[in-house]
Nanobody, 126 residues
Framework: QLQLVESGGGLVQPGGSLRLSCAAS????????IGWFRQAPGKEREGVSC????????SYADSVKGRFTISRDHAKNTVYLQMNSLKPEDTAVYSC???????????????????WGQGTQVTVSS
């Protein structure tokens, strides 16, 4: 069974950091672009960051550029999102998704997200 599982969310103060993990089971992430998305209450889902399968090249939304870093660990079949200098407006449910095999990121977004994780809550508040 193909599955993505996110972890690492939680409550953090403004200016703090969190690292989210997106672990795959049932398939290897090596052939897939992986995207991180977030959705805050009352807002549309937003593509936050994406990493390509071929060269690991990353893309970021303007709202997180310079603060978030996406990376992948092939041995662990996991993609990470390191989030620094967190702001209250970063509060949302964060989900990872895998695009269609061999597809590339479309900026910080995916064109054909086939597999989704269940999401993890990130709350930035003092």
């Amino acid at each position: 069974q193909l599955q993505l599982v996110e972890s690492g969310g939680g409550l953090v103060q403004p200016g703090g950091s969190l690292r989210l993990s997106c672990a795959a089971s049932g398939f290897t992430l090596d052939y897939y672009a992986i995207g991180w998305f977030r959705q805050a209450p009352g807002k549309e889902r937003e593509g936050v960051s994406c990493i390509n399968h071929s060269d690991g090249s990353p893309s970021y939304a303007d709202s997180v550029k310079g603060r978030f870093t996406i990376s992948r660990d092939h041995a662990k079949n996991t993609v990470y999102l390191q989030m620094n200098s967190l702001k209250p407006e970063d509060t949302a449910v964060y989900s990872c998704a895998a695009d269609r095999m061999y597809a590339y990121c479309s900026g910080p977004d995916l064109l054909w997200p086939d597999y989704w994780g269940q999401g993890t809550q990130v709350t930035v508040s003092s």
